[in-house]
């Protein structure tokens, strides 16, 4: 592919995710004009008066050059739009009426044009143009006859008085020799003096002379919608690509971005959540009920990367966190943890944000009291916690139902919580830890410490000094964070993963939203007990049941 192809690639590119800006310029524009040339401008009728240049006769004889007829014509388009010619139609038609005269390509012809809302006016005017020109140009080209013939008279006059001193008859040789040349002189001037009366004669009967008076126009020339039109539409294309374009530069260069990467420097980008309309619990539910969505396909780019970080080691601990709420950490953690349970990896999704337990509502598990803080306070055991989604048994969620204010910092940096942590990795691929943001609690901190991986998460409008502060805590225990997830980054369609996203979303929303869980069959060493009043195997499997033929 060479550059030329290269260019026309960008711009396909540009085109397709920002024709509807396009689209909106180009309307605007369009309909900006046509609404000024159908309510606002004065429809305006144009007229010309056509003048045509002959030569004298006096000048018949010999044949000028083609230039010195250009030349002749640029003089005479001068006296046309000369001052003493325009202010003649100014005092007539008002301060700038609308005239204008140009030259016949290829004819000694002058086209005086004229412009008015009234075409009566125009025609009239176009024609007082041109007549008023002849005037100017009649009395200047008189004038100048009139000035030699004054020149020649005053000479002649001249020669008349040397011949009287010198008399009749002179006596000396030399007197008579001077008499003579003044006679011959006073002849010359005399013959001129016939040639300036003729030449003004001729230009009294005009070597220049209106051929065609203008006549009232039948159609207004302005405005023209449909013209205008066709301009609006080409500029609005113009400036359409040209927004769209800056814009796709601005957001390439967006300094917020910018001062974040830096600040996170040496620590690799792992994944981009596109920016889509959607609430937390659609997003967080996105690889489950859009498995080809942008966003899903997104994620599935994280779960390759932290697969590939991980080396397929069993019991991997990945604790996803942010600098503040809203920066989507339970979105990065719920997807990631459906994700790789999709791949065949048995994951546990630990809801960890015991102050603000927003995961366990997403996925719609209603668990009173029996949760996370329950079994770290050994009110109950693990596996009444533990609940496995049946369309998806890989994937196993611990849920946090009751909102801990006070002593949440103890429970979650307790040895039971670690003993819970060291228990899901014997039983689980993954371990996926969705914590409380650090800039908030030190809740995740523990947490980050036990970690095998950590993953934050960065929303749109974080701030760089609130990244710079959740880098300095963690690694204030040591901690350097393995990946970081950017969410809701604006960019276009990326062709086949957005195409086939919205044939898979149109057919999933047809799906019952809600999810149905069971406690796992068999959990390691929190298998069901055997103790009468406990649950028993049996139980499980009729709530199994139960729920399939919910499901059905």
């Given at each position: ?236 294309l113009v400036l359409g690509v040209g927004f769209v374009y800056l814009r796709r530069i601005l957001r390439g260069t967006d300094p917020r971005r910018q001062s974040i ?250 799906k019952p939203s809600g999810l149905h869980f069971r406690r796992p069959l068999t959990m390691g060493r929190f298998t069901p007990s055997d103790d009468p009043e406990g ?18």
């Amino acid at each position: 592919m060479d550059a030329r192809d290269t260019d026309l690639h960008a711009l396909a590119q540009i085109l397709r995710e920002g024709w509807l800006a396009i689209a909106a310029v180009v309307a605007v524009l369009v309909g900006s004009v046509l609404a000024i040339d159908l309510v606002v401008r004065t429809p305006l009728y144009r007229s010309e008066s056509v003048v045509l240049f002959s030569k004298p006769v006096a000048d018949g004889f010999g044949v000028g050059s083609e230039s010195d007829a250009d030349r002749s014509m640029r003089n005479e388009l001068e006296v046309a739009e000369s001052r003493p010619v325009v202010s003649v139609i100014e005092d007539l038609y008002g301060d700038e009426p609308r005239i204008s005269v140009k030259i016949e390509t290829g004819r000694d012809v002058l086209r005086f044009a004229a412009s008015d809302p009234d075409p009566d006016v125009a025609a009239e005017m176009a024609d007082t143009y041109a007549t008023t020109f002849l005037e100017v140009r009649e009395t200047a080209i008189l004038d100048e006859f009139l000035d030699a013939a004054q020149a020649v008279q005053n000479r002649i006059d001249e020669v008349d008085a040397a011949l009287a001193l010198l008399g009749e008859n002179p006596s000396s040789a030399a007197d008579r020799s001077q008499r003579d040349l003044l006679l011959t002189q006073r002849s010359l001037l005399v013959q001129r003096l016939g040639d300036v009366a003729l030449n003004s004669e001729l230009v009294s009967s005009g070597s220049a002379r209106i051929v065609s008076l203008a006549e009232p126009g039948e159609n207004p020339v302005s405005p023209s919608p449909l013209r205008d039109s066709l301009v609006a539409a080409v500029g609005g294309l113009v400036l359409g690509v040209g927004f769209v374009y800056l814009r796709r530069i601005l957001r390439g260069t967006d300094p917020r971005r910018q001062s974040i990467d830096r600040i996170f420097e040496g620590i690799p980008t792992l994944g981009e959540a596109p920016l889509v309309r959607a609430n937390a619990q659609e997003l967080a539910l996105a690889s489950l009920q859009r498995p080809q969505s942008r966003t899903a396909e997104a994620f599935r780019t994280l779960r390759t990367a932290v697969q590939f970080l991980s080396s397929g080691d069993h019991g991997q601990i990945i604790l996803v966190t942010s600098a503040r709420p809203g920066d989507g950490k339970t979105t990065v953690a719920a997807n990631l943890a459906t994700l790789l349970a999709e791949n065949g990896r048995r994951t546990v999704l630990i809801d960890a944000d015991i102050r603000n337990p927003t995961l366990t509502g997403q996925f719609g598990i209603a668990t009173e009291n029996l949760d996370l803080t329950a079994a770290i306070q050994g009110e109950c055991d693990l596996r009444e916690v533990t609940w496995e989604l049946i369309d998806l048994p890989e994937l196993t969620v611990v849920p946090s139902a009751r909102r801990v204010n006070g002593g949440s910092a103890e429970l979650i940096s307790s040895d039971s919580f670690s003993l819970i942590l060291q228990d899901l990795a014997t039983e689980y691929d993954y371990v996926v830890v969705d914590s409380s943001p650090l800039l908030a609690v030190a809740d995740g901190l523990s947490i980050a410490k036990q970690a095998d991986r950590v993953l934050v998460a960065v929303g749109r409008t974080t701030e760089p000094e609130e990244a710079a502060r959740m880098l300095r805590l963690l690694k204030s225990v040591d901690v350097v964070p393995d990946g970081v997830v950017h969410n809701g980054v604006r960019r276009s369609d990326d062709g086949y993963g957005a195409y086939y996203g919205e044939l898979r979303s149109q057919r999933i929303r047809s799906k019952p939203s809600g999810l149905h869980f069971r406690r796992p069959l068999t959990m390691g060493r929190f298998t069901p007990s055997d103790d009468p009043e406990g649950p028993t195997e049996d139980d499980f499997l009729a709530e199994w049941e139960q729920a399939e033929t919910a499901r059905r």
